[in-house]
């Protein structure tokens, strides 16, 4: 089984900075992807950034430029940082990642995690 801890959400004024992240623990024998997801109120989950082990990250076409995407393989976490925010971008954000694990065979699971708020508001 494998847990994710989010931290770095709040309150932050339009045209400020956050930074969340996201650290993953359990029995991992690989980590494949790793992201961010977030969910305004009404509206469906959607895709911020993902970085795969392996290549270049992937990012949500309107985020580009103001949103970053790191990823420490060697500590399974992943942070976003996030400037020039704007109130459009309240929503409660989600770790993502998908991973696998090996006893007697290989198996991918991807985990969710518990949600971090986010709050952009003069």
């Known amino acids: 089984q494998v847990h994710l801890v989010e931290s770095g959400g709040g309150l932050v004024q339009p045209g400020g900075s956050l930074r969340l992240s996201c650290a993953a623990s359990?029995?991992?024998?690989?980590?494949?992807?790793m992201g961010w997801y977030r969910q305004a109120p009404g509206k469906e989950r959607e895709l911020v950034a993902t970085?795969?082990?392996?290549?270049?990250?992937n990012y949500a076409d309107s985020l580009k430029g103001r949103f970053t995407i790191f990823r420490d393989n060697a500590k399974n976490t992943v942070s976003l940082q996030m400037n020039s925010l704007k109130p459009e971008d309240t929503a409660v954000y989600y770790c993502?990642?998908?991973?696998?694990?090996?006893?007697?065979?290989?198996?991918?699971?991807?985990?969710w995690g518990q949600g971090t708020q986010v709050t952009v508001s003069s």
């Open positions: 993502y990642v998908d991973y696998t694990t090996y006893r007697m065979s290989f198996r991918n699971y991807n985990v």
């Open positions: 359990g029995s991992i024998f690989s980590i494949n992807t």
């Open positions: 970085m795969p082990s392996s290549g270049g990250p």
